[in-house]
């Protein structure tokens, strides 16, 4: 069966019972079932389905995002160049030949008629025995999608995206920034080197092992199937109650990100990157330069603490506590009234200044709060893209003037008894909605106070 080329449509085009040789014919994409018989079937440049069926089938997948799915028997399944998901044993377990092409290529053993699980290693260039999906020469693929029984998956030097389905998997990725994705059950998941993201438990919840290797690695509980918070704590060698992810062990992991609930994170002594997630979260970097942020959707807000070392902290939308701890901390609040609290050392705060309100979001009512400024060591950094950093006037305890230029001044929250800042970017005379900031410590001078219009962090 021979077609010719349409280029505005798209068809499903059916084979026989013989050996058909079927050429795809619309350059948007085709659908083709060979149904049974030994066939041949050759996509196009659109994003094809090609299905061989029963029988012997040589599927050609060549430029497009293809799916082939060899069905049943002993198959060669050719991808050719785009990123194409290759199924070779929906049907029943065959001998495959699975050649992936250019492109990220998958080679999807979810929909397998395999009875277990498969082996299947992304290094080896010969045939190998899979043992649920049979023997397989798999080559040109980056990507594998295992079985809902127990595989075991290894990836190569490239970039692999491993998940193992149900199960409890074991999962090797070696060399490359790869992604693990255990699914359900007790899974081990090893990131080798590079730096791997790990996810455990997207299906039902397992004690699973998690071994990062070298590499600056992160767990991700946001992707999961939680109903609950995780209990993490980077420091610990050894099995650890994480409450709503079960019991893990958590090995040469550096970053983790929070689930969607009420997290409690602990870092360990290297440089960790925590981000808490929505929720009411506790984050404590410990030692090492950490980078911790909060999350959103939860009014309560998160409670952060930097620890010991450099460490770099940034609030979400609601009334978080940012505590830097010792060393030379960066504070940034976000929505919210927030705490801030520098610790030992040179600190420095900044907030994000808006004349309508989509900055800082301190506010006359609900301000932000330093409650340890130390003008020794300290900085205050106010940030916005609506002034000219040059240009603005500092005016110490004066009032606005209603110049028309961007003005910083101070006053007192007798109520309080702490220093307040306040801004008017647009020289109007009156302080910007979320630009009130309240101050213990020192009493603020101008070298006290840096402009700038944008800021790395």
Known sequence: ???????????????????????????????IDGLEGDDTITGLSGNDTLLGGRGRDTIFGLDGNDLLDGGASNDKLYGGAGDDLIRPDSGAIGNDLVDGGDGID??????????????????????????????????????????????????????????????????????GHDQI???????KLYG?????????????????????????DTINYQRQGLISGVTVDLSLITSQNTGGAGIDLILNVEQVQGSDFNDTITGSNLDNWLNAGMGSDIINGGDGNDAIFSGAGDLLGDSLYGGNGDDKIRGGTGNDVLDGGSGADLLRPNRGADSLTGGSDSDTFIFTISSSGTGS??????????TD?????????????????NSVVFLGNAPFTASGVSEVRLTYDLGLGTQRIEVDIEGNGSADIDSVINVIGTPIVADDLVFVSTYPF
């Open 106 to 175: 998958t080679v999807d053993y979810s929909v397998s008629a395999a009875a277990s699980g498969v082996t299947v290693d992304l290094r080896k260039i010969v045939l190998q025995d899979t043992k649920g999906a049979g023997k397989e020469i798999i080559l040109n693929i980056e990507n594998i999608n295992g079985t809902n029984f127990v595989d075991t998956l290894t990836g190569n030097d490239t970039r692999n995206v491993l998940v193992g389905g149900n199960g409890g998997d074991t999962i090797y990725a070696l060399d």
């Open 373 to 389: 400024f130390n003008g020794l060591e300290d900085t205050i950094i106010l940030q916005s893209t609506e002034w000219s950093p």
């Open 181 to 187: 994705d255990g699914g359900a059950g007790n899974d």
């Open 361 to 370: 979001d301190s506010n006359p009512i609900a301000p932000d709060l330093i």
């Open 1 to 31: 069966m021979q077609m010719a080329i349409n280029e505005k449509a798209t068809t499903f085009t059916y084979g026989t019972r013989k050996n058909d040789t079927i050429d795809a014919q619309y350059l948007l994409g085709d659908m």
């Open 192 to 216: 080798g080197l590079g730096n791997d993201l790990l996810i455990p438990d997207t299906g039902t919840i397992g004690n699973d092992s998690i071994d990062g290797g070298d590499g600056i």
